[in-house]
C-alpha cells in the first residue's frame, strides 16, 4: 500500500504516460496498492475537462490491460484524476496547479516529469515560486537528463535549485523490471556464486540487448541520441553495475547505488589511441520486409539523409578493479535486430587441464531478462552409451526457466517505481553521482569517435549487428554468445 501523497504527473498526453505511467497507476489501483486518498492529477498544455480527460485514459488502460480492464475498477480509478492545464514557458500556470492542489489534495506531493528534460528547469521553478517545491515533496525525473556530461550537470543544478537529493527520483525503467532485480538476489541470496565471481574464474562477461523495433516514431529524439546515450549510458550501464558491484552491506539505497557508483568508476576509459579495437558503430539499412520486418532504413525512420548517428553500438570495455582486471564485458545494444533479447552470458576459464583426451568447454552462465526469463548453466556430461576408450562428453544445460515457476502477471516496470517513489524509496533510482560517472565515460567514446572521424557501418535490418563486430571479440581469442 502507498503512502496516501498526490501524483502529479507532468506530460500526461504524452507516449510514455499513455503506454506505461496510466496503466502502471491503473495496475497498482487495481492490486490496492494505492491508499484510498491517493489523489492523480494530470497536466500538459491543452485546455480539458476532467471528464474528457478521463475517458482519454479509458482507452489507454483498456488498450494495455487487456482482460484484466474491468469497467468499474476503472471508474473508481478514474475518480481520483484530475486534470490541470499547465504551460511550463508561463509562470501563471503554476498558480493554478498550486490552487488546484490546496483545494483537492493531500499534503504530500510526487511530481512525475515526463515531458522532454528541456521543460525541468522552467517546471522546477514554477514549483519552487508557488511554494511547492519543499519538503516532503519530491520529483521523479525520466531519462534522458542530458546528452552529455556538461548538459547533465546542468540539468541536475536546476533541479537540485527546488529539490534536494534526496528528493530527486531519477527514473531508468530497467531498474523496476522484475527481471533485472532478480540479479541481485540470484547474486547475493546464493552462496555458490560468490566464490567464482571473478577474474580467476571468469573468462569473460557478455551483456545484450537487442531490440526489433527501429527508431521510427521518435526519430528527432533519436537521431540527436542515437543507440550510446538512449541506452548504453543508463540501462546497459546499470546491468554492469549490477553484475559488477561489490557485495553492498545492505539493500538500502545509499549502499547499493554507493557500490554501483565504484564500479562506473573503475570503468576503463576509451580514448582515441583504442577506440576502433574497443568500439563498434552501426546503423540499419533498410530491406528484409519479406521476412516480416519493416523495409525502412535507419535513415528513412528518422528522415535524415545524412544521419551518421549510431543505432547499434558494441564495446569492450574493462572494469578496472581487483575483482574484473583481465575481464572483458561485451556490450551490445541495437535496434531493428533478429530478435527482441536482453541477456547476460558469464563465461567460465576453461578447467585448468582436460582429463578427457579433447577438449571441454567452458561453463557459462546464460541469464535471459527479457522476453522470457531464463537462467541456464551450461555444463559438461558424459554422453550416454558404451566406450571402447576415454569419455565422450556433452554441453548440456541446467535449466531454469522463471515464467514456469511465477503465476503473476509480468508487470510493467514502471509499476514498481511509482510505488517507490510513492512510498519515498529511493533505492531503485539513480544517484547523481552514479549519473555523471556514466557521462564522463560515455563522453570519452563519443569523443574518441570523433577524434577518429569513425562512422557507423552499415548492417542488416533483422541481422545481428555490423559484421565488424566479431573483430572486437576475436582480438581477445573470445566469440560473441549468439
Ligand atoms: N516514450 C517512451 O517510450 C519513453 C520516453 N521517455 C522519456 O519520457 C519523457 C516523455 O516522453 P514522451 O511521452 O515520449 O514525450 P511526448 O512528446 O509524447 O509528450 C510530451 C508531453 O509533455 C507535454 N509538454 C510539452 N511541452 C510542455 C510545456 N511547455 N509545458 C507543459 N507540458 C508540456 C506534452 O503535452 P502537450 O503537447 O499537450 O502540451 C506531452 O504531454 C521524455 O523525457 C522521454 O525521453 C523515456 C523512456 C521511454
Ligand atoms: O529507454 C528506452 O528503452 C527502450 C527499451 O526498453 P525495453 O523495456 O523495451 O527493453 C528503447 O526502445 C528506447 O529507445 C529507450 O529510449
Request: with cysteine; charged share 25%.
Amino acid at each position: 500500500m502507498s503512502t496516501a501523497c498526490t501524483f502529479v504527473l507532468f506530460g500526461a498526453t504524452g507516449d510514455l504516460a499513455r503506454r506505461m505511467l496510466f496503466p502502471s497507476l491503473y495496475f497498482l489501483h487495481l492490486e490496492g496498492f494505492l491508499a484510498e486518498e491517493q489523489k492523480i492529477v494530470a497536466t500538459s498544455r491543452s485546455e480539458r475537462e476532467d471528464a474528457e480527460f478521463r475517458e482519454a485514459v479509458r482507452e489507454w488502460v483498456q488498450e494495455r490491460a487487456g482482460d484484466r480492464y474491468d469497467p468499474d475498477v476503472f471508474d473508481a480509478f478514474a475518480q481520483r484524476i484530475s486534470y490541470v492545464s499547465v504551460d511550463a514557458s508561463e509562470p501563471q500556470s503554476f498558480e493554478n496547479l498550486a490552487q488546484h492542489l490546496k483545494a483537492y489534495c493531500q499534503d504530500e506531493i510526487v511530481f512525475y516529469l515526463s515531458t522532454s528534460p528541456s521543460i525541468f528547469g522552467a517546471v522546477c521553478q514554477g514549483l519552487k515560486a508557488n511554494g511547492l517545491s519543499k519538503a516532503p515533496n519530491r520529483i521523479v525525473v525520466e531519462k534522458p537528463i542530458g546528452s552529455d556530461l556538461a548538459s547533465n550537470i546542468e540539468i541536475n543544478e536546476t533541479v537540485a535549485e527546488a529539490f534536494s537529493e534526496d528528493r530527486t527520483f531519477r527514473i531508468d525503467h530497467y531498474l523496476g523490471k522484475e527481471t533485472v532485480q532478480n540479479l541481485i538476489a540470484l547474486r547475493f541470496g546464493n552462496r555458490i556464486f560468490e566464490p567464482l565471481w571473478n577474474a580467476q574464474a571468469i573468462e569473460s562477461v557478455q551483456i545484450t540487448i537487442a531490440e526489433t523495433v527501429g527508431a521510427e516514431g521518435r526519430g528527432g529524439y533519436y537521431d540527436e541520441y542515437g543507440a550510446i546515450r538512449d541506452m548504453v549510458q543508463n540501462h546497459l550501464l546499470q546491468l554492469v553495475c549490477l553484475v559488477a558491484m561489490e557485495p553492498p552491506t545492505s539493500l538500502s539505497a545509499d549502499s547499493v547505488r554507493n557500490e554501483k557508483v565504484k564500479v562506473l568508476k573503475s570503468l576503463a576509459p576509451i580514448t582515441p589511441e583504442n577506440v576502433e579495437h574497443k568500439t563498434v558503430r552501426g546503423q540499419y539499412e533498410g530491406g528484409y520486409a519479406e521476412q516480416g520486418a519493416p523495409a525502412s532504413s535507419y535513415k528513412e525512420d528518422v528522415e535524415n539523409e545524412d544521419s551518421d548517428t549510431e543505432s547499434y553500438v558494441a564495446i569492450a570495455a574493462e572494469v578496472e578493479n581487483w575483482r574484473w582486471a583481465g575481464v572483458p564485458f561485451y556490450l551490445e545494444t541495437g535496434k531493428r535486430m533478429a530478435e527482441r533479447n536482453t541477456q547476460i552470458v558469464i563465461r567460465f576459464r576453461e578447467v585448468p587441464h582436460s582429463i578427457f583426451g579433447a577438449e571441454t568447454n567452458p561453463n557459462e552462465l546464460i541469464i535471459n531478462l527479457q522476453p522470457e526469463e531464463r537462467i541456464t548453466l551450461q555444463i559438461m556430461n558424459k554422453k550416454p552409451g558404451l566406450t571402447a576408450e576415454g569419455m565422450p562428453l556433452q554441453e548440456l544445460g541446467l535449466n531454469l526457466s522463471l515464467a514456469e515457476h511465477h503465476t503473476a502477471r509480468r508487470r510493467i516496470a514502471y509499476e514498481q517505481l511509482i510505488l517507490d517513489a510513492l512510498n519515498d524509496n529511493p533505492a531503485l533510482f539513480v544517484q547523481r553521482d552514479e549519473q555523471e560517472a556514466a557521462w564522463r565515460w560515455i563522453d570519452g567514446i563519443i569523443d574518441a569517435w570523433q577524434a577518429r572521424g569513425m562512422r557507423p557501418k552499415s548492417y542488416r535490418s533483422g541481422g545481428t549487428g555490423p559484421s565488424s563486430k566479431h573483430s572486437l571479440t576475436e582480438r581477445n581469442g573470445h566469440s560473441w554468445y549468439e
